[in-house]
């Protein structure tokens, strides 16, 4: 199939390439001409033919909604535009009818599997009309991984990225219980070597997964993780998963605890722990322990 790609940062150019080696015809273009196949978005739609399927892979919210208004007015009757970055899936019900005025139809496709999609495949959970499936699922079947799994149409607009959301925030817990179990690991002297016992849950344990073998990868470049910060930044989809329990009433715990975690991360100093430690200090006179970069009352800042 021919398809167009806008967007070709780290995701965007390896699903390219992947798409290229599956022999279909892709036309990239981004802001960057240095790995554009065009100069511009109108010159990507002149080279393609009716109907077109654009696939979108640049960054969520106004990136995303300027370019797709940009293509509503490009694109023509029966053309399909398909949103595979990280949007919230609120989003995706008015980009599906920006897109249908025009009588364009629009699929929303969380999208899976980082650096190394380009190799193993990519696992993608789309939402849409059955017909604007169709009309992408060459693309689809080129780009998920090799087997039976790794594909899904989840449901009407908007299912796609509630279902990557849902993985997402999924992912944020699985990796917060392996992180605690790695510093627990780390602060006793009882294990010799923590880096060999994450090395062998990856055969035969319940808990191995890829996000294990991603992480015995990381420790055996950096024993201890000495070269990195312990500061984790969010991406959004853990809140959007959050605020979704609390709009359905459903508990999650784990993946809110994990995405608090992040939050305090981000803390050199908390001042809840201050707040909580001047209080016990308060009530039973129990002992604070002083900062010792504060400036003394009695005297001055330098």
Known sequence: MEIGLVGLGKMGANMRERLRAADHTVVGYDHNPEVSDVDSLEAMVAQMSRPRVVWVMVPAGAPTRAVIAELAKLLDDGDVVVDGGNSRWTDD?????????????????????????????????????????????????????????????????????????????????VMQAY??????????????????????????????????????????????LEKIKGYADDSGEGRWTVEAAIDNAVPMPAIAAALFARFASRQEDSPAMKAIAAMRNQFGGHAVHPDAHAVRPDTEAP
């Open 93 to 173: 019900v008015t980009s599906a009818q920006t897109l249908a005025e025009r009588g364009i139809g629009f699929v929303d496709c969380g999208v899976s599997g980082g650096v190394w999609g380009r190799t193993n495949g990519y696992a993608l959970m789309c939402g849409g009309t059955a017909e604007d499936v169709a009309k992408v699922q060459p693309a689809f079947d080129a780009l998920k991984p090799e087997g039976e799994f790794g594909f899904v149409h989840a449901g009407k607009v908007g299912a796609g990225h509630f279902a990557k959301m849902v993985h997402n925030g999924i992912e944020y817990g």
């Open 179 to 224: 992180a605690e179990g790695y510093e627990l690991l780390e602060a006793t002297d009882i294990v010799d070597n923590v880096t060999d016992v994450f090395r062998s849950w990856r055969e035969g344990t319940v808990i191995r997964s890829w996000l294990l073998d991603l992480l015995v990868s990381a420790l055996e470049e950096d024993q201890g």
